[in-house]
């Protein structure tokens, strides 16, 4: 089994930035691929972006050239660097485990989730 932790969350104006951070124990995630998402308030997980066990990042449209995805496979962390932070940011923030090579968009796909960090951006 493997648990996830995330962290960093909190309130931050438009404009400034928050470093979220996901810590698995249990067993090492260094041969997952990790994804985040978020719930804004009243609607469904969206994807946010994904590492996969190589590195390789993805981003959803909405966040590409503001967040960054990194990964300490020593420290079993994977980081979600966030800039440039717009109201419509504002959802709680999960991220999620998988395994294999490859990534995926939709969060049925994942079987390992933290719990939720909060992030409010305001205007």
């Known amino acids: 089994q493997v648990q996830l932790v995330e962290s960093g969350g909190g309130l931050v104006q438009a404009g400034g930035s928050l470093r979220l951070s996901c810590t698995a124990s249990g067993r090492t995630v260094n041969n997952y691929a990790v994804g985040w998402f978020r719930q804004p308030p009243g609607n469904d997980k969206e994807f946010v972006g994904v590492?996969?066990?190589?590195?390789?990042?993805y981003y959803a449209d909405s966040v590409k050239g503001r967040f960054t995805i990194s990964r300490d496979n020593a420290k079993n962390t994977m980081y979600l660097q966030m800039n440039s932070l717009k109201p419509e940011d504002t959802a709680v923030y999960y991220c999620?485990?998988?395994?294999?090579?490859?990534?995926?968009?939709?969060?049925?796909?994942?079987?390992?989730w933290g719990q939720g960090t909060q992030v409010t951006v305001s205007s």
């Open positions: 999620a485990a998988r395994r294999g090579i490859y990534y995926k968009v939709s969060p049925n796909e994942y079987e390992y």
């Open positions: 590492i996969t066990r190589d590195g390789t990042t």
